[in-house]
């Protein structure tokens, strides 16, 4: 089993900035994925960003060049970095470890963007 405990999220202006982290604990594999996900009312979850145990990263269309994915190896904590927000990227983010093809998921934290 796998626990992950988020924190950062927040109510921001349009154009500002927060930093999301999901520290990993529990049963590690050395070879994962941790990602961010997020949902807004009314649509689905959807991927904003994904980073491998090698180092690897991929990002949703919609927030490449603002957001940043990273990793403390160390500390099995991932961040998401988010400048320049936007009312559109206004979600609860979820944080997810997938290993050996399970998903585990945290618990969720609001984001809010104000114009």
């Known amino acids: 089993q796998v626990q992950l405990v988020e924190s950062g999220g927040g109510l921001v202006q349009a154009g500002g900035s927060l930093r999301l982290s999901c520290a990993a604990s529990?049963?590690?594999?050395?070879?994962?994925?941790m990602g961010w996900y997020r949902q807004a009312p009314g649509k689905q979850r959807e991927l904003v960003a994904a980073i491998t145990s090698g180092g690897s990263t991929n990002y949703a269309d919609s927030v490449k060049g603002r957001f940043t994915i990273s990793r403390d190896y160390a500390k099995n904590t991932v961040y998401l970095r988010m400048n320049s927000l936007k009312p559109e990227d206004t979600a609860v983010y979820y944080c997810n470890y997938r290993q050996i093809g399970t998903d585990y998921w945290g618990q969720g934290t609001q984001v809010t963007v104000s114009s």
């Open positions: 529990g049963i590690i594999s050395s070879r994962n994925t």
